[in-house]
């Protein structure tokens, strides 16, 4: 087709059956239900809309641009009080310093610690689609 003067390397329309699984009621209704459990696999949504996994996940891929990511681990999850609480402490002791230079000499502290973290929940059962504007959800390990 080329020796013959075509240009364009794109497909041409063809005549066939349209496709039913990537209708826009199908991407609104997979939309809603990840909305609603962002834990949900793709296999469980192909089966309750009745379509295939490779549509299913087509949609979340291209039509929705969801992506799976696993939580990201922090040391502790802060609410703002004790945020706060502990710029308080801080602030104390950079005051506590500042007045008497030596305190830090009379310090006593211990070089290593040992904490056991027992996670019941594995990193990849704790991911979940996000949104390309919404940030990595956080999980804290547990001590």
Same mark, same amino acid.
């Given at each position: 087709m080329f020796s013959e003067g075509r240009e364009d390397v794109n497909d041409e329309e063809r005549a066939g059956r349209p496709s039913t699984s990537t209708t826009d009621e199908k991407i609104n209704e997979v939309?809603?239900?990840?909305?609603?459990n962002r834990r949900?696999?793709?296999?469980?949504?192909?089966?309750?809309?009745?379509?295939s996994i490779g549509s299913c996940h087509s949609i979340f891929i291209n039509d929705l641009g969801m992506?799976?990511? /696993?939580?990201?681990?922090?040391? &502790? +999850?802060l609410n703002c009080d004790q945020k706060q609480h502990?710029?308080?402490?801080?602030?104390?002791?950079?005051?506590?310093?500042?007045?008497?230079p030596n305190l830090l000499q009379r310090v006593i502290t211990g070089d290593e610690s040992w904490v056991y973290g027992?996670?019941?929940?594995?990193? /990849?059962?704790?991911?979940?689609? &996000? +949104?390309?504007?919404?940030?990595?959800?956080?999980?804290?390990?547990?001590?």
């Open positions: 939309e809603k239900m990840v909305l609603a949900i696999t793709v296999r469980e949504v192909a089966e309750d809309l009745n379509i992506r799976r990511v /696993a939580a990201k681990f922090v040391p &502790k +999850l502990r710029m308080n402490i801080a602030n104390e002791m950079l005051n506590s310093v500042r007045d008497d027992y996670d019941v929940e594995t990193k /990849a059962q704790s991911s979940q689609w &996000k +949104l390309p504007h919404e940030p990595r959800p956080k999980k804290a390990r547990q001590t």
